[in-house]
């Protein structure tokens, strides 16, 4: 069920419930928590996207640092070949 027709069918149940029954100033008002559940829900959908948007960004950093490190890891190996060419070379 799609979140927003969900929240119009709460405030328009509720609507109908206080045109047919009256009594808009029951506690606890069931529109305003209805309100108030869905400014909360907006909340966290916006703080989710962020958070989608941060993990997104944090893997490309790693990808980013993982191949670094491999390519640093690969210049070491060819160092050390060649220190270990230039030994054996100076061995002879």
Do not use: C
């Not at 979140?3 to 045109?19: L, P």
């Not at 209805?34 to 829900?41: A, C, D, P, S, T």
Request: charged share 30%.
């Amino acid at each position: 069920m799609d979140e927003q027709n969900w929240f119009e069918k709460m405030k328009n149940f509720y609507d109908s419930m206080i045109a047919r029954y009256g009594n808009q100033t029951a506690t606890p008002n069931l529109y305003e928590m209805i309100q108030e559940l869905e400014e909360r829900v907006n909340v966290l959908e916006e703080k989710y996207q962020g958070a989608l948007y941060d993990i997104k960004r944090l893997e490309e950093e790693n990808i980013e640092t993982t191949n670094t490190l491999y390519e640093i890891m690969h210049n070491i190996d060819a160092v050390d070949a060649r220190i270990d060419i230039l030994h054996t070379d100076n061995n002879e």
